[in-house]
């Protein structure tokens, strides 16, 4: 069974561009959650989807929005770019029940301009 | 709030010597705790879980850890490093895997 896909793996962008990151969850997960890394404030929980719907929000600006499709596959869109922006964004799957393993894909570098 | 400490950010090891990683936790209820393990360019791969039941919890690549409920603790432990060991510990606590929250990170070294 394939893992957990990111794509692009590497992406540079200027501030105040937008960017869209996609993932591709393991096949038969209905969970998609998404996680922003960097050096200086490590791992945050950015939000999740399940079945279309997103079930819970970490504490990030309105920039940062997400979706979910029907064939769960979700993507994630960083509106108005900002230096800070610059990490890497780790995207999870799991079929739907808390208690679940999570698998993580190999991430998304950002590097923002 | 939930929160998680892993104190030490970088520590280095022989191959063949014992391993223990710590990791402290704040959090209200009973907690879901996690060990991932994160290779350079990787994403995270989940060693071990505790959710409820012994709280010596077998993981793989040879890992467990220990959950302390009166010392706060869910430290790792393996009892051989080896070489492949070497990369990035991450500590996490949450409600199964809502809203995790994640340690800082140990960064393990491993000489030959």
């Known amino acids: 069974k394939a893992g957990v896909t990111q794509t692009p793996r590497y992406l540079i962008k200027t501030r105040g561009q937008q960017v869209t990151l996609s993932c591709s969850p393991i096949s038969g997960h209905r969970s998609v959650s998404w996680y922003q890394q960097t050096p200086g404030q490590g791992l945050q929980f950015l939000f999740e989807?399940?079945?279309?719907?997103?079930?819970n929000k970490g504490n990030f600006p309105g920039r940062f929005s997400g979706r979910q499709f029907s064939n769960s596959r979700s993507e994630m869109n960083v509106s108005t770019l900002e230096l800070g922006d610059s990490a890497l964004y780790l995207c999870a799957s799991y079929y739907g029940q808390s208690t679940d393993t999570q698998y993580f894909g190999p991430g998304t570098r950002l590097t923002v301009l | 709030a939930q929160s998680v400490t892993q104190p030490d950010i970088h520590i280095t090891v022989s191959e063949g010597a014992s391993l223990e990683l710590r990791c402290n936790y704040s959090?209200?209820?009973?907690?879901?705790l996690f060990w991932y393990v994160q290779s350079p360019g990787q994403g995270l791969q989940l060693l071990l879980k505790?959710?409820?039941?012994?709280?010596l919890v077998q993981g793989i690549k040879g890992f467990e850890a220990e959950f302390k409920r009166s010392q706060s603790s869910f430290n790792l432990r393996k009892p051989s490093v080896h070489w492949s060991d070497a990369a990035e510990y991450f500590c996490a606590v949450g409600e199964g895997n809502n809203d995790m929250r994640f340690g800082a990170g140990t960064r393990l070294t491993v000489k030959p």
């Open positions: 959090y209200g209820a009973t907690p879901y």
């Open positions: 505790y959710f409820s039941g012994d709280t």
């Open positions: 989807y399940f079945s279309e719907t997103q079930r």
